[in-house]
C-alpha cells in the first residue's frame, strides 16, 4: 500500500513490547499500547522512587511530591493551560466529565436552563449531563450531524440561545474521527453567554492541544488513550471557573480545615483531588507527554492522516464496504461490511491477526443516526504502519470471501 508522499511514516513499533510481530493492533481509540518509556517510568516509580505525596516529612515524600507536582506543570505546558493549579487529576476523560457535571452543573443549573450535547458524544458526554439535567431541573438539547459526519456547528447556532449555560461538545468523535472546528464553537457557546466543555480524549493523542488557543473552558482526556497508564486522566478548567467550583468528593488533602462545626477547603486543585493520588499513574503519564512531544504531535498527525487516508482508499474500493465519517477523519475508520455484522468482521479479523473494534463505541445515539446497530471500526496509533492497512484490507477481503 502506497503511503502518501507528503507523510513522514513513523516506524515505532519497536517501542512497544506488548505488540509482537505480525499483530496489527487497530484499537487505540479503545486504548493505546505503552511504549517502554511508559512503562520504565511505571516501574522506577514503584521499584526506586515510591512513597506518598503531600503528607510525609521525609525526604523521599518530599521529593515524589516534587515529581509529582512538576508532572502537573509538564501536563499544564502540554495543553496550553496557564497555570498548574488549572490541571485537575482524575481516573479519567469520564471522571473528568462527571466532576464538571456534579460540581459546576450542580451549583448553576437551575430549572429552565438548556445543556448543548451533540448527536456523536460518547455516553460519558451525554450521561452526566442527563444525571445532572434531571437533578437540577435543566434540558437538554442535541446538535445534529452534517451529511459526512461533523457536529452541524451552523444548525448549533441557530438551536442556542441565552438560556443555554454549557456546550459540551467531543473535540475528535470516537466513532468517526471528525474534528470539531472548537475555536468557533467556543464563540458560538460565548455568543449566547454558555461555556464550552471539550472531550478531548481522542484529540489529545492525535494532534497539539492549546486549550487557550481553543478557546475553550473545560478540557478533558484520558492518558491510557495518550499512550500512558489507565486510571488516571486530566481535568483542565479555567482559573476563576474551578474557584467557584466546590469540590464533589470530601477527604484528605482537599480541607483548609476541618472541624465539627465547619470544614473548609483548599483552592483548585487540590480541592478536586479528595484522597491518595494515583503517584505512579501521573508519573506515567508524565512520560506518555514526553513520549509525544518528542516525536511531535503534527508528526504523529500527519502519519495517522497518511493511515486514515490509505484505509479509507483501500476499503473504500470495495463495493461492498459503507465508509463512515469525513475523508479527513482524524486516525479513526468506522466502517460496516454489507451483510455481515460488525461482531463477525472483528471476529474474523482476529483470526488473522488484526485487532478492532466492533459495537456501539459507547456512542448509541450516533448508532441511531447511522441508522445501524454497531460498526466496525479501526484506529491507528504511532506503532501502525502501512503493513498493518494492508493486512486490514487482507482480512477484509476474507470475511467477503467467507460470506460469499
Ligand atoms: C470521545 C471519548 N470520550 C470519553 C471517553 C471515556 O474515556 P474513559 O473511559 O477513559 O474515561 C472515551 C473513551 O472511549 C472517548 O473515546
Known amino acids: 500500500m502506497d503511503m502518501p508522499t507528503s507523510a513522514r511514516p513513523l516506524d515505532l513499533v519497536s517501542d512497544f513490547p506488548a505488540i509482537p510481530d505480525g499483530w496489527a493492533y487497530l484499537d487505540t481509540a479503545a486504548t493505546a499500547q505503552k511504549p517502554r518509556a511508559v512503562i520504565d517510568a511505571i516501574a522506577r516509580g514503584y521499584s526506586q522512587t515510591y512513597a506518598t505525596v503531600h503528607r510525609g516529612v521525609y525526604q523521599r515524600s518530599a521529593e515524589m511530591t516534587l515529581a509529582f507536582e512538576n508532572a502537573r506543570r509538564r501536563t499544564a505546558a502540554f495543553i496550553g493551560a496557564r497555570s498548574p493549579e488549572e490541571v485537575i487529576f482524575v481516573r479519567g476523560a469520564t471522571e473528568g466529565i462527571n466532576l464538571?457535571?456534579?460540581?459546576?452543573?450542580?451549583?448553576?443549573?437551575?430549572?429552565?436552563?438548556?445543556i448543548?450535547?451533540?448527536?456523536?458524544?460518547?455516553?460519558?458526554?451525554?450521561?452526566?449531563?442527563?444525571?445532572?439535567?434531571?437533578?437540577?431541573?435543566?434540558?437538554?438539547?442535541?446538535?445534529?450531524?452534517?451529511?459526512?459526519?461533523r457536529i452541524d456547528l451552523d444548525a448549533m447556532a441557530a438551536m442556542l440561545t441565552e438560556r443555554h449555560r454549557i456546550v459540551a461538545l467531543a473535540h475528535v468523535s470516537n466513532v468517526l474521527g471528525s474534528v470539531l472546528d472548537a475555536r468557533r464553537a467556543a464563540a458560538l457557546a460565548h455568543g449566547v453567554g454558555a461555556l464550552l466543555l471539550l472531550d478531548g480524549c481522542q484529540a489529545v493523542p492525535r494532534m497539539p492541544v492549546d486549550v487557550a488557543a481553543l478557546g475553550c473552558d473545560f478540557y478533558v482526556f484520558s492518558a491510557h488513550k495518550l499512550y500512558g497508564p489507565t486510571g488516571i486522566g486530566v481535568l483542565w478548567g479555567r482559573g476563576d471557573l474551578l474557584e467557584a467550583m466546590p469540590p464533589v468528593q470530601g477527604g484528605g488533602a482537599m480541607i483548609d480545615k476541618v472541624s465539627f462545626e465547619k470544614t473548609t477547603f483548599a483552592p483548585p486543585p487540590a480541592r478536586f483531588e479528595a484522597g491518595t493520588p494515583h503517584v505512579v499513574g501521573v508519573l506515567g503519564l508524565e512520560a506518555a507527554i514526553g513520549y509525544v512531544e518528542a516525536i511531535g504531535l503534527e508528526a504523529i498527525s500527519a502519519h495517522e492522516e497518511a493511515l486514515v487516508r490509505s484505509a479509507r482508499d483501500a476499503l473504500g474500493s470495495l463495493n461492498s464496504v459503507r465508509l463512515f465519517g469525513p475523508d479527513d477523519s482524524a486516525g479513526i475508520v468506522s466502517f460496516a461490511l454489507e451483510g455481515v455484522h460488525p461482531h463477525d468482521v472483528g471476529t474474523i479479523l482476529d483470526e488473522s491477526r488484526v485487532a478492532i473494534r466492533a459495537g456501539h463505541h459507547c456512542a448509541q445515539p450516533l448508532m441511531a443516526s447511522l441508522g445501524v446497530d454497531a460498526t466496525a471500526r479501526a484506529s491507528f496509533g504511532v506503532y501502525n504502519g502501512p503493513g498493518d492497512v494492508e493486512a486490514l484490507v487482507r482480512g477484509i477481503e476474507r470475511v467477503r470471501r467467507i460470506f460469499g
Do not use: Y
Open 116 to 149: 448543548m450535547l451533540s448527536v456523536l458524544e460518547h455516553h460519558s458526554n451525554i450521561v452526566p449531563w442527563q444525571m445532572i439535567a434531571e437533578r437540577t431541573g435543566a434540558a437538554i438539547d442535541v446538535a445534529p450531524l452534517t451529511a459526512n459526519g
Open 100 to 114: 464538571v457535571a456534579q460540581s459546576w452543573g450542580g451549583t448553576f443549573l437551575k430549572p429552565g436552563d438548556r
